[in-house]
């Protein structure tokens, strides 16, 4: 079976509507539109493609397509597609495979980033990183795709400061994409981060489950559907560290019971983990979430490895909500 999902907006990340057959000045034309101000125009066949195109852009600008400048004042994105069954369609050559184009007046902080051409080699990211100028790769990232997986490649070690910096750096690069309504880089970077937690890749995305924590908390709402697939992660016990720390700062923003279903009984089981991080961790998600289940006084005075000030210390577990 081909892969599928359900269709987004490939500006803001909304889930979207299937595309009408709609009379138009321009004639009948398959098209819907996107709360976020997008147009997308369905080719159903995949073999006119060129007129689906002028289409979208008449509709955008329907005083002329020659006001239209596609990468200037318009961008154009597109995606393989099929009506019958309103999916996006992930596998070459699929039988009914047509395309959705949407178009979309470029955003003043687009305009911008293209206008001032932020370009960055990854010796000068380190730097930017090593330094936490934040400001500075919020704006550098819109223009390098190739942020993300500078980021997730520095994330891997746990005990060196970097890990802890890229992790951070990755909340606001997402902040920027959001802010610019780029949400498809965001959900194809969270796709690769949930494979690099599977068998297939040999499960090497220790800090994985962070990451994709620090996108979602950019904007809880326009990946509400992954939370749950996040805490679902926690199964793997090569994870679960790092899915109860991504789950405690997203309760900085949102109250997780909305999304998730969390049994006393499992945090009772964790606060008996071996592992005095796992215990000290539960324990706060106990307090971030109001749960009744008792805290030892052994737990609360358990260390906890948290990152300040350029180094990654040990604090007692009373004290470490302040830092996650």
């Known amino acids: 079976m081909p892969k599928r999902e359900l269709p987004t907006c490939l500006f803001c990340g909304r889930i979207i509507d299937p595309p009408e057959d709609t009379n138009t000045n321009f004639g ?28 979208a852009m008449m ?19 597109d995606k393989a597609y099929d009506c019958r069954t309103h999916q996006y369609v992930y596998l070459k050559n699929q039988l009914f495979s047509g395309r959705l184009f949407f ?66 750096a990755m909340g606001h690069v997402a902040k920027a994409y959001v802010e610019a309504e780029e949400i498809e880089p965001l959900r194809n970077t969270i796709r690769k981060l949930l494979w690099s937690m599977t068998d297939e890749s040999g499960g090497i995305g220790w800090r994985a489950a962070e990451l994709i924590g620090e996108i979602i908390y950019a904007k809880p709402s326009l990946f509400k559907d992954i939370i749950p697939i996040l805490w679902s992660q926690r199964e793997e ?23 998730i279903e969390i049994e006393e009984t499992e945090l009772k089981n964790l606060l008996n983990h071996e592992n005095d991080e796992i215990k000290a961790l539960t324990a706060i998600l106990i307090f971030k ?22 180094n990654v210390i040990k604090v007692k577990t009373s004290k470490a909500e302040k830092y996650l």
């Open 237 to 259: 016990e090569s994870f679960l560290e790092s899915v109860l720390r991504s789950m405690i700062k997203l309760s900085n923003k949102i109250n997780l019971l909305d999304y």
């Open 28 to 55: 009948e034309i398959m098209y819907g539109k996107c709360q976020c101000g997008a147009i997308y125009v369905c080719e159903p066949t995949g073999h006119n493609q060129g007129e689906a195109l002028v289409n």
């Open 103 to 168: 178009i979309k007046p470029v955003t003043e902080i687009i305009k911008r980033a293209i206008k001032e051409k932020l370009k960055i080699s990854k010796k000068d990211f380190l730097c930017l990183l090593e330094e936490e100028s934040f400001e500075q790769i919020e704006k550098v990232s819109l223009n390098n795709l190739n942020v993300f997986g500078w980021l997730i490649s520095l994330s891997y070690d746990k005990e060196n400061p970097m890990s802890w910096k890229a992790i951070m």
């Open 289 to 310: 979430t109001k749960s009744k289940v008792p805290v030892s006084e052994d737990i609360k005075n358990t260390l906890l490895s948290v990152y300040s000030k350029g």
């Open 59 to 77: 509709l955008a600008s329907p005083e002329g397509i020659e006001n239209i400048e596609l990468g200037v004042n318009y961008e154009l994105r």
